[in-house]
């Protein structure tokens, strides 16, 4: 795997290039030192990923991460030192079409190891998703399911995403009121460390609570939660949402299929489902679950996508009723859920 690196700090570069000797099957392609230049060197020079510093002169990373994406598009993962009090960057980032963000590791310093493995564990996850992934099956017929009473009069929306879905996501949750009557859920592939953050971020662009989802929390309206841990979220048979490490051999940690799937079996209520920009098929199947189960459901289309991979799975799939451009994704839920229920 050919990789590069993008950073104007020197000590940054030469930690990055010691980790990458150190494992051997990764190969350094060239290294910039801003975002101008990397746009450059990405017209003669297309690697395997980038890995990207947030803040730099001349052109940032978000800015470099668009231009890249446009033009020559790659892996690329935002590698910073300055997370803390950046949070919105990194998001917008990542709504340019970057996978994910992790914190520059560190020449000397107690974190120097923690950090390392951190960032060898990330690369070899974006390794495995850039790589086909064979579909999962999907059964014909769904097991019997174990409703929970308490929830049969409560409306859900359920939300996955991936590469470019916190803007994505932040699209959505503005159209809908304080009062909006319906609980929502969303699965979004971004390491733990950085779940609080987007909570705390999204929770500035809408009017709704936005919350970590913690083990035990039953959905109320107008409340969303957000899977907070690199274990799956589920839904469990009394209603309430729970974390487990199971399936271990998934590359996507929280899976959008493991969510999807635990709500077909478990949620006695009325459900919407919703499957947003991202890499790979994450989220398809369990789409497809859904709709067997009578349950609405919604892919967002190629043209509005940062990367056009999860829905398109979903759509080859037939796993989709309805695909619609961003814009309309929220206007179509709220017209859902105008009318408050209550439990």
Known sequence: MRIAIVNDTMMAVEGLRRLLVTATDYELAWVAVNGEEAVKRCQ????????????????????????IMGATPCPILIVTSSVEGNSAMVFEAMGAGALDVVKTP???????????????????????????????????????????????HQSLVVIGSSTGGPPALANILADFPADFSAGVVIVQHIDAHFSVDLAAWLDTQCKLHVKIAEEGDCVSPGVVHLASTNDH????????????????????RPSVDVFFESVAAHWGGEVTAVLLTGMGRDGAAGLLSLRQKGVFT????EESCAVYGMPKAAVALNAAAKVLPLERIGAMLLKQYRKVTLC
């Open 44 to 67: 003669d020079d297309v690697p395997d990923l980038i890995l990207m510093d947030l803040v730099m002169p001349l052109l940032d990373g978000i800015e470099a991460t668009r231009r």
């Open 298 to 301: 919604i892919a967002q289309d």
């Open 106 to 152: 560190v020449l000397r310093g107690a974190g120097d190891v923690k950090d390392n493995i951190a960032l060898l564990h990330k690369i070899k996850t974006i390794e495995k998703l850039t790589k086909p992934i064979p579909s999962r099956h999907v059964a014909t017929s769904l097991p019997q399911t174990s409703f929970s009473a308490l929830h049969k």
């Open 233 to 252: 979220l589920v839904m469990s048979s009394s209603g309430s949402l729970a974390y487990t490490s199971e399936p271990k051999e998934l590359v996507y």
